[in-house]
């Protein structure tokens, strides 16, 4: 009998084979697992077909290696990177935060205080109030917020090592790369850090990185929208930055086998919610090459 094969791409038994199989490469797998993952295989046809697919994946990324074509050729300690992308993933799904949205997800609630609260992909926050403050906490990711009128217990921001502090207003908190960013749509907020403080009205967004303002500039809502409606925005943006932010909303990561090609300008929309068919489209306007593997796509120049 032909052992069957989950249909899901997200099927429990394949998410379940991609996490033994990058823990092996990681050579993370104690002999007690080892066990474990023996019982796992045995206790089901699927199991044992869904490893090894997920293995003959990461096989197949040595016929990456071109003697074709050495410009494209991908290090090796990039694979390792991107294993232990994978690994730091699986780890963060044991974390529990206050409220959080999942990869690919764009969740809105509402707080305890009566603010409505935006989260973009793969974000984390806590929330607390008291009977004279209340404060919110960017674990990691994008949030927007809408701050419930309370003069009495004005409300804070802590991300990255800044507080932001609000005024009156509906703002957005990005902590992707390595820095901040602030956008105010209302009002106005103060972002300090040691004594430093930069006042943002309406319209207004900056970048900060440790202790110093990065870049400020008018705020362009559309783009600043986009996220809450469920499209990735893009015009006369470099590839690289594209791919940069398709990555948060995959499961993975995004590898660009050639840094020259990610200097492409280019311009357009992808829906959050469809994901895998505007990469195809864009694939195709931009002239590459994609290969999926568990918890990587590949990008190439097209053949």
Known sequence: MVPRQSTELDSPARQAAVEWVSRLALGEVTAKELASLKAWLAADPCHQAEFDIARQKWADLKSLRPEKAAASRPRWGAWAAAACVVA?????????????SSVGEIRETTLADGSRLWLDTDSAVDFDQTATARSLHVVRGRIHIAVANDQQRPLTVEAAGYVVRDIGTSFSVDLAGDGLRVAVVDGAVEVSRDGVTTLLTAMQAASFTEHRVLASAPLDIVSEKAWREGRILFADTSLDTVLAEIDRYRKGTVWLSD????????????????LESGLDALAETAGLRLVRLPYLLVVLPAE
């Open 259 to 274: 840094a020259a090609m990610g200097k492409k300008v280019l311009s357009g929309s992808i829906p959050t919610d469809d």
């Open 88 to 100: 730091f993933s699986i780890l963060q799904i044991f974390r529990t935060h206050d409220v959080s």
